[in-house]
């Protein structure tokens, strides 16, 4: 898991390279946004060198265009890594995960957490594609509505950083800014006793990848014939999965540490889409271990 953290970590210091932004509070203008990052990284950071795929696909569909740069990046990783981008490759998940280290309580997944796992497909359906195009039908113009209302990630990653640099952005803050601010801090808190409760509640960009997570070429393999039955897979892992590799899966490998029969393997070829019925069933119990 050591591993994981530095991917983690070296994924946030490439995203935002352009280091001398945060001094100045200006935005960078890197050649590089017209690209996009795999993982949700705000295009506004001072750091920011690439721009982030879902504020990319509401800024097209809030201009009327189609979003051909989006659309491929999300595709391209997604059919390649799937959730493995939320695990590996996201700053904001990077976050949350340091923030669960804090001791206290901590919330155990259950059936009802599973199903509030649909909320970001709801976020997904509505702030980032519906609004954004509606508006534009409408009106002529639009707004990237999950960026600008909800997004704790622009909050921390450029609210926070330009308006601490600039005294007539501070002077200009008002109503839209405290309700991110306290969106951020909500979402912070919660992630201190529930493991990556933006990732899995909220976040469209996770829903999107977790739409061809099975599928994905970079996985794990699951051996049923190996398999003895015992859950451990599912009990021990932080997230809503009910089987290895379902769209909840953000490949962090605990279940392939923990499994005693080691059914569970890292694949390049394609994950496998057959569960074993047993593994299915099974209740998601509370982590028994903690990430590393």
Same mark, same amino acid.
């Given at each position: 898991?050591? $591993?994981?953290?530095?991917?983690?970590?070296?994924?946030? %210091?490439?995203?935002?390279?352009?280091?001398?932004? #945060?001094?100045?509070?200006?935005?960078? $203008?890197?050649? %590089?946004?017209?690209?996009?990052?795999?993982?949700?990284?705000?295009?506004?950071?001072?750091?920011?060198?690439?721009?982030?795929?879902?504020?990319? %696909?509401?800024?097209?569909?809030?201009?009327?265009?189609?979003? #051909?740069?989006?659309?491929?990046?999300?595709?391209?990783?997604?059919?390649?890594? *799937?959730?493995?981008?939320?695990?590996?490759?996201?700053?904001?998940?990077?976050?949350?995960?340091?923030?669960?280290?804090?001791?206290?309580?901590?919330?155990?997944?259950?059936?009802?957490?599973?199903? %509030?796992?649909?909320?970001?497909?709801?976020?997904?359906?509505?702030?980032?594609?519906?609004?954004?195009?509606?508006?534009?039908?409408?009106?002529?113009?639009?707004?990237?509505? #999950?960026?600008?209302?909800?997004?704790?990630?622009?909050?921390?990653?450029?609210?926070?950083?330009?308006?601490?640099?600039?005294?007539?952005?501070?002077?200009?803050? *008002?109503?839209?800014?405290?309700?991110?601010?306290?969106?951020?801090?909500?979402?912070?808190?919660?992630?201190?006793?529930? #493991?990556?409760?933006?990732?899995?509640?909220?976040?469209?960009? *996770?829903?999107?990848?977790?739409?061809?997570?099975?599928?994905?070429?970079?996985?794990?393999?699951?051996?049923?014939?190996?398999?003895?039955?015992?859950?451990?897979?599912?009990?021990?892992?932080?997230?809503?999965?009910?089987?290895?590799?379902?769209?909840?899966?953000?490949?962090? *490998?605990?279940?392939?540490?923990?499994?005693?029969?080691?059914?569970?393997?890292?694949?390049?070829?394609?994950?496998?889409?057959?569960?074993?019925?047993?593994?299915?069933?099974?209740?998601?119990?509370?982590?028994?271990?903690?990430?590393?």
């Amino acid at each position: 898991m050591l $591993k994981r953290r530095a991917i983690q970590t070296l994924s946030l %210091l490439l995203y935002n390279a352009d280091f001398g932004n #945060f001094k100045t509070g200006t935005v960078s $203008k890197s050649t %590089l946004k017209t690209a996009c990052v795999p993982g949700l990284n705000c295009y506004s950071c001072p750091g920011a060198v690439a721009s982030c795929p879902l504020g990319a %696909l509401q800024s097209a569909l809030a201009e009327g265009r189609l979003p #051909f740069l989006a659309t491929g990046v999300i595709l391209l990783f997604g059919v390649t890594l *799937g959730r493995t981008v939320c695990g590996f490759l996201c700053p904001f998940g990077l976050l949350q995960e340091l923030l669960y280290k804090i001791p206290s309580y901590k919330l155990p997944k259950s059936a009802v957490t599973r199903r %509030l796992t649909l909320l970001k497909y709801l976020f997904l359906a509505v702030l980032v594609i519906a609004l954004p195009l509606a508006a534009f039908i409408v009106q002529g113009w639009g707004a990237p509505f #999950f960026c600008e209302f909800v997004c704790p990630a622009g909050t921390l990653e450029a609210a926070l950083p330009l308006t601490l640099a600039d005294a007539r952005l501070r002077a200009a803050a *008002g109503g839209l800014f405290l309700w991110k601010l306290g969106a951020l801090v909500a979402i912070a808190t919660l992630s201190v006793f529930c #493991f990556r409760a933006f990732c899995r509640f909220v976040c469209p960009l *996770g829903a999107l990848y977790g739409l061809v997570n099975r599928y994905a070429l970079f996985g794990f393999r699951f051996d049923a014939a190996a398999c003895n039955n015992c859950g451990a897979c599912v009990k021990n892992c932080k997230m809503d999965t009910l089987t290895v590799n379902d769209r909840e899966c953000v490949r962090c *490998g605990e279940c392939v540490r923990v499994c005693p029969s080691k059914a569970i393997a890292v694949t390049f070829s394609g994950v496998s889409a057959k569960t074993n019925e047993k593994q299915a069933a099974s209740e998601p119990l509370k982590p028994e271990g903690e990430l590393e």
